[in-house]
């Protein structure tokens, strides 16, 4: 079975650019989480969704970011305008949305903000 | 949410000894606790689940236990092998409602020499 699918693997553009940022989660999956890792915070929860919908964005850092989820196959993360401080590896994972199962990430998005 | 702690530190460890790793939360106790792993370059990746009424769950080489008084979860690797070097991370459930939502530690990495 296909895992989950995020793309690009890697991103490198300048400040003031608009990125985006795509996931596919596993099929059946219901619900959808974007996280951001850094060395200095770690794997940092962003925004979650369940049967598409938001459900909590309050890990968004500003108005800067946005995501969509605009059926059960794919999401985007989409930050304008980028920064530096943007730079960090993104996750998408996808779970059943019991808390009793695992969730399921995909490889990330390695950005860079020049 | 609440604050995680994972030993930043490296292990470093000699082929065939059991690896400990520590996992202390401040806050409430999760109904679900998760280890999981995490390689260079890739997305974390599910190793084991263990409830609040769990005292100990085991898979093969890797055994969890969770201790709610101390608010405290040990997740061991015995006969450890080079191959099980990774950083390893907990991730505790964040209710109410989480549909599926964990909030993660910043994870200790692990180094397994032959």
């Known amino acids: 079975d296909a895992g989950v699918i995020q793309s690009p693997r890697h991103e490198v553009t300048e400040m003031g650019q608009e990125v985006t940022l795509r996931c596919k989660p596993i099929s059946g999956h219901n619900s959808l989480f974007w996280y951001r890792q850094t060395m200095m915070r770690g794997l940092e929860l962003l925004i979650y969704f369940n049967n598409n919908v938001p459900i909590d964005d309050s890990g968004m850092p500003e108005d800067r970011f946005s995501a969509k989820m605009p059926n059960a196959s794919f999401s985007t993360l989409k930050i304008q305008p980028s920064e530096p401080r943007d730079s960090a590896v993104y996750f998408c994972a996808s779970s059943s949305g019991l808390n009793n199962q695992p969730q399921h990430f995909g490889d990330g998005t390695r950005l860079s903000i020049l | 949410s609440q604050k995680i702690e994972q030993n930043s530190e490296a292990l470093n460890i000699q082929e065939g000894k059991t690896a400990t790793l520590t996992c202390n939360y401040t806050n409430y106790s999760p109904a679900y606790l998760q280890w999981y792993r995490q390689d260079p370059g890739r997305g974390p990746v599910f190793l084991l689940l263990?409830?609040?009424?769990?005292k100990e769950k085991r898979k093969e080489r890797l055994k969890v236990t969770f201790d709610t008084t101390l608010k405290q979860s040990l997740f061991h690797i015995t006969a450890s092998q080079p191959a099980d070097s990774a950083t390893y991370l907990c991730?505790?459930?964040?209710?109410?409602?989480?549909?599926?939502?964990?909030?993660f530690g910043a994870g200790t990495q692990v180094v397994v020499t032959p």
């Open positions: 263990i409830r609040e009424n769990e």
């Open positions: 991730a505790l459930e964040l209710p109410p409602d989480s549909w599926g939502k964990f909030q």
